[in-house]
């Protein structure tokens, strides 16, 4: 509990190099802490955003020894896919992710990951099926229709894409309309 209120602090403080610092000090003394493994993964893999990615390879580490502590919790999976997907490592992002759904079905941002991956991979009707579970367990975010809209034009199926932008503006019209300047498809 001390363990836990002093990371607190430290954050609440703004003091997040500290946190991170103590952190690693309470590693050395419990290797195999998992609140410890996951906050520092948290914390490294957050250092890195928007960067080149020095911290995301330990924040990996960490979610992997964190995953031999855990193997069937889906957010650590899924937070281990993001942060593959983030260092390229898109194989290896991809199998995360597929892991995090087959544990949790209904974690709708692993199925959105999951078809960001596979549009990375260039494997868009696979990227398709993911979106598509996604926009199931989502259906008022406009991420994965967006995405799906991208694909549809990728394949060449225009109207499909059309089909989104007229869906999307009935809840999210400024998507709907970033969607028509894009793509000059859904009319005016």
Same mark, same amino acid.
């Given at each position: ?18 946190? /991170? ?38 924040? /990996? ?41 087959? /544990? ?59 089909? /989104? ?24």
């Amino acid at each position: 509990m001390l363990l836990r209120t002093q990371v607190f602090v430290y954050v609440l403080l703004g003091l997040r190099d500290q946190a /991170i610092a103590y952190l690693r000090q309470m590693r050395a003394v419990r290797p195999d802490d998992f609140f410890v493994l996951t906050t520092l993964a948290h914390f490294l893999g957050q250092r890195d955003e928007g960067q080149a990615a020095p911290n995301r390879a330990e924040a /990996i580490t960490l979610l992997r020894q964190a995953l031999g502590l855990q193997p069937n919790n889906a957010a650590l999976h899924f937070n281990l896919a993001f942060l593959l997907e983030a260092q390229g490592q898109l194989p290896d992002a991809e199998a995360a992710f597929r892991r995090a759904v087959a /544990i949790d079905e209904k974690l709708d941002r692993a199925w959105y990951g999951l078809g960001l991956v596979l549009i990375r991979q260039r494997r868009l009707e696979e990227a398709l099926s993911a979106l598509q579970r996604n926009t199931v367990l989502q259906p008022m975010s406009p991420f994965a229709w967006y995405q799906m809209a991208r694909v549809h034009l990728d394949l060449n199926q225009p109207e499909q894409t059309e089909a /989104i932008i007229r869906h999307l503006q009935g809840f999210e019209p400024k998507v709907a309309n970033q969607l028509r300047r894009e793509t000059g498809l859904g009319g005016v």
